[in-house]
């Protein structure tokens, strides 16, 4: 590596005395030769120092045909190995949902900001400080990022997301609270058997004044005839007993029955007002509606 430093340094030194002593013809373009002489040797310092682009700028000026020859053709060589190394980079910025944006101004190691190139850009290796800002959309809002471009990186992407502004979030609007007087289960029980017990006392009550009418017990009738009559009577005052415990229980507890906050729609296939429920007791059909603020039991049967 020693050896090949040294026949470049003694090669460019050959080329440049070359176009020293060619440069004494004449004093018109005394200027332009002495950049012609300058710029290959400048180019060569900074390319050893890692500064691409400005060796890029020397070696270009050096590579023009006002040049000597020997000169041109050195330059252009070096202009060619320079262009290789110089690490590229590609910038975009983009919003959390992915999408590119377009108001965005870049700074690169502290220079002012400028907008944001789709192109690719040449730049020296090394690191380097990218702060990208926003518009005036989100203005004083800027995101940083530190890179390290290597010697021959081509098309480095650079990429910063913006966080979006703060999402207003809906606010679920508040349940409605809807209170209501359900009618306890046991009220429903306790009319339907007060309902049973005065349908005892009527069917038992018939028979017993249909029987005593037929078997003349009004009047006098056997002993046996005058038991199955009592007997229905007995029934029919079992009924009514019944009964009228059942009706003033179920008033109680349908009266008395508490108010409750409901927070949500009623469970599908709860029973509502509307609805009926449908069953036997003691052998009877019982027929339960449910009405606004209350209920109506059906009791149904044959005798």
């Not at 030194?13 to 332009?32: H, K």
């Not at 944001?116 to 800027?142: C, L, N, T, Y």
């Not at 029934?235 to 927070?263: N, Y």
């Amino acid at each position: 590596m020693r050896g090949h430093a040294g026949s470049g340094r003694a090669m460019l030194a050959g080329l440049l005395f070359c176009g020293f002593m060619g440069s004494l013809g004449g004093t018109a373009a005394a200027d332009e030769s002495d950049a012609c002489l300058s710029a290959p040797l400048d180019g060569q310092k900074l390319q050893k120092a890692g500064k691409l682009l400005d060796a890029h700028d020397k070696f270009n000026a050096c590579a023009r045909k006002t040049c000597p020859t020997e000169i041109v053709q050195y330059c252009t060589r070096q202009l060619s190995a320079v262009e290789e190394a110089l690490p590229t980079v590609v910038m975009a910025a983009r919003d959390e949902d992915g999408h590119d944006l377009v108001d965005v101004r870049v700074s690169i190691d502290g220079k002012p900001p400028v907008p944001m190139s789709a192109r690719a850009i040449s730049m020296d290796p090394g690191p380097h400080k990218f702060v990208f800002e926003r518009g005036s959309a989100d203005a004083g809002k800027a995101v940083d990022q530190q890179v390290i471009l290597r010697e021959g990186e081509k098309h480095r992407e650079v990429v910063v997301t913006f966080a979006l502004k703060a999402k207003t979030m809906a606010v679920p609007a508040p349940t409605p609270i809807v209170t209501e007087r359900p009618v306890p289960a046991a009220a429903w029980v306790s009319g339907a058997i007060g309902i049973a017990g005065f349908a005892v006392l009527a069917t038992f009550g018939s028979i017993g004044v249909s029987d005593r009418s037929s078997e003349h017990c009004d009047t006098g009738c056997p002993q046996s005839q005058k038991s199955s009559v009592d007997s229905d009577f007995r029934v029919a005052d079992i009924g009514i007993g019944v009964g009228a415990v059942g009706v003033a229980l179920a008033t109680v507890l349908f009266l008395s029955r508490p108010t409750v906050e409901v927070a949500s729609p009623p469970v599908p296939g709860a029973p509502s007002a509307g609805a009926s429920r449908h069953g036997t007791l003691l052998g009877l059909d019982v027929d339960v509606r449910g009405t606004p603020g209350g209920g109506v039991a059906v009791l149904g049967g044959r005798f």
